[in-house]
C-alpha cells in the first residue's frame, strides 16, 4: 500500500492542523496505523497511533492535544494538532506497521 501524507504547514503557536494520510489501497485490514515524527538532529518518535477497534496511544508530549482517527471508508488516517507548539516542530510520517511510510509532511509551528 501507499500512503501520501498532507496538511502540514507553517502556524502559529497554539495553531491548529489537520494532517491527513489517504492509502493506496483499503485499510480496513489494517491493525495499527500510527504517525511518527522527526525534527532536525532528532530521532524519529511516534506521536500516536490507533488500531482497528478504535484504541489509541499518544506520546506524553501531545496528550490532550493531538487527536489520532482514521476513516475506514475513505482510506485515510487523520492527526488533529491543537495548542501547536515550536516543540511541535518536525516532519511528520504517517505508517502501517506493515512497512510503508508516507512521504512526510512538513509541519512549523512559529510566531
Known amino acids: 500500500v501507499q500512503l501520501q501524507a498532507s496538511g502540514g504547514g507553517l502556524v502559529q503557536p497554539g495553531g491548529s492542523l489537520r494532517l491527513s494520510c489517504a492509502a493506496s489501497?483499503?485499510?480496513?485490514?489494517?491493525?495499527?496505523m500510527g504517525w511518527y515524527r522527526q525534527a532536525p538532529g532528532n530521532l524519529r518518535e511516534r506521536v500516536a497511533s490507533?488500531?482497528?477497534?478504535?484504541?489509541?496511544w499518544y506520546a506524553d508530549s501531545v496528550k490532550d492535544r493531538f487527536t489520532i482517527s482514521r476513516d475506514n471508508a475513505k482510506n485515510t488516517l487523520y492527526l488533529k494538532m491543537n495548542s501547536l507548539k515550536p516543540e511541535d516542530t518536525a516532519v511528520y510520517y504517517c505508517?502501517?506497521?506493515?512497512?510503508?511510510w508516507g512521504q512526510g509532511t512538513q509541519v512549523t509551528v512559529s510566531s
Open positions: 505508517n502501517d506497521y506493515r512497512g510503508n
Open positions: 490507533i488500531d482497528r477497534g478504535g484504541d489509541t
Open positions: 489501497e483499503s485499510i480496513f485490514s489494517i491493525n495499527v
